[in-house]
């Protein structure tokens, strides 16, 4: 067993502050990137039923 020190851990008023015009550039940066993210889903989506075609629903049970 190692006795090793162990440091407080910081309190939040020791980080890093952002400020109002940060915070908004930030959400509108998360936004963009989900909108990506959520775009590129259904086009991958869209993208697999097309090439499966449409006989797809007709295969025998």
Same mark, same amino acid.
């Given at each position: ?35 990506? $993210? =959520?775009?590129?889903? #259904? ?8 090439? $499966? =075609?449409?006989?797809? #629903?007709?295969?025998?049970?």
């Amino acid at each position: 067993m190692s006795m090793e020190k162990k440091t407080p851990r910081p309190s939040e008023e020791e980080g890093v502050v952002l400020t109002p015009e940060q915070i908004r550039r930030r959400r509108a940066r998360n936004i963009a990137i989900a909108s990506v $993210l =959520g775009f590129l889903a #259904l086009l991958f989506y869209v993208v697999t039923i097309v090439k $499966l =075609g449409p006989n797809v #629903l007709n295969r025998p049970l």
